[in-house]
């Protein structure tokens, strides 16, 4: 599988088209008859459908309808193109006001959206984002994100960290889930057909005497998911005891002294 990094393209050329500060006056090439907007959003449509890897600038040109020339005037290649597909996706997520409620209910909302984004977008899981497309999108998300530690007493520097911590915790279970699901899909079987195909041999191979505990905890979360792996159970666990892990940084509030 190809690796897909941000921060591949000129610095410099990526960021003026991120925040569309492109040079004004005669430009080179055919003459454009679609906005840069279209063309990304057509370049998130063909990743949801078939995967980044099918997201050639051949491929795009087909899909808007231009010439493949043509789009070079609007973007000059797929690494300047990743950057604005993943800003937009970005731009468009919700940012309600949660100012009144607890931290951890900010926290896990926000959780909550970046899993929405990437089971709408499983593509965006799997883009490296070592070097982040510092579009408008982006610093519009970090800015609502790091909001949600307001009031918890964490200094500028745990406050980053502790996003970030969070938001790996969400993509991974996002791979993860996106790995079960193409599974399922390959295999044609649902994991409750696989198991019940399956089982009379496992049972056989899988000695109890000498696998006790693999043998009587694999049964038991198996029953209780119908499956070997629920990725609806293994995020909500999991979120749970990342905002626990959390909790062991914010000061606790000390309680007003009582009057005599």
């Known amino acids: 599988?190809?690796?897909?990094?941000?921060?591949?393209?000129?610095?410099?050329?990526?960021?003026?088209?991120?925040?569309?500060?492109?040079?004004?006056?005669?430009?080179?090439?055919?003459?454009?008859g679609r906005s840069l907007d279209d063309i990304v959003r057509a370049a998130i449509g063909?990743?949801?459908?078939?995967?980044?890897?099918?997201v050639t600038m051949r491929a795009l040109a087909t899909a808007v309808g231009v010439a493949p020339m043509t789009l070079y005037t609007y973007v000059p290649g797929k690494?300047?193109?990743?950057?604005?597909?993943?800003?937009?996706?970005?731009?468009?997520?919700?940012?309600?006001?949660?100012?009144?409620?607890?931290?951890?209910?900010?926290?896990?909302?926000?959780?909550?959206?970046?899993?929405?984004?990437?089971?709408?977008?499983?593509?965006?899981?799997?883009?490296?984002?070592?070097?982040?497309?510092?579009g408008p999108g982006l610093m519009a998300k970090y800015e609502y994100e790091l909001r949600a530690?307001?009031?918890?007493?964490?200094?500028?520097?745990?406050?980053?960290?502790?996003?970030?911590?969070?938001?790996?915790?969400?993509?991974?279970?996002a791979r993860s889930a996106t790995e079960a699901r193409a599974a399922r899909q390959a295999s044609a079987w649902?994991?409750?057909?696989?198991?019940?195909?399956?089982?009379?041999?496992?049972?056989?191979?899988?000695d109890e005497r000498r696998y006790p505990t693999a043998v009587r905890v694999g049964a038991a979360a198996g029953a209780a998911h119908n499956t070997a792996y629920h990725p609806d159970h293994a995020y909500n666990f999991g979120l749970a005891r990342a905002l626990d892990a959390l909790t062991a940084l914010i000061p606790t509030p000390t309680p007003p002294p009582t009057s005599p």
């Open 46 to 54: 063909l990743a949801d459908g078939e995967g980044l890897d099918a």
């Open 149 to 173: 530690f307001d009031d918890t007493g964490l200094d500028d520097v745990t406050r980053d960290a502790a996003l970030t911590f969070v938001l790996d915790f969400v993509r991974a279970a």
């Open 190 to 206: 649902t994991d409750e057909q696989w198991w019940t195909a399956n089982g009379p041999l496992l049972a056989e191979i899988l």
């Open 79 to 134: 690494a300047e193109l990743l950057d604005l597909m993943l800003d937009a996706l970005y731009a468009d997520m919700p940012r309600p006001d949660r100012s009144g409620e607890p931290w951890r209910t900010r926290v896990a909302a926000l959780a909550h959206d970046n899993r929405e984004l990437f089971a709408a977008h499983p593509w965006a899981a799997e883009v490296a984002t070592g070097r982040p497309p510092l």
């Open 1 to 32: 599988m190809t690796t897909h990094r941000t921060g591949g393209g000129d610095p410099a050329h990526t960021l003026r088209l991120l925040w569309r500060r492109t040079e004004d006056g005669p430009r080179r090439g055919p003459r454009q």
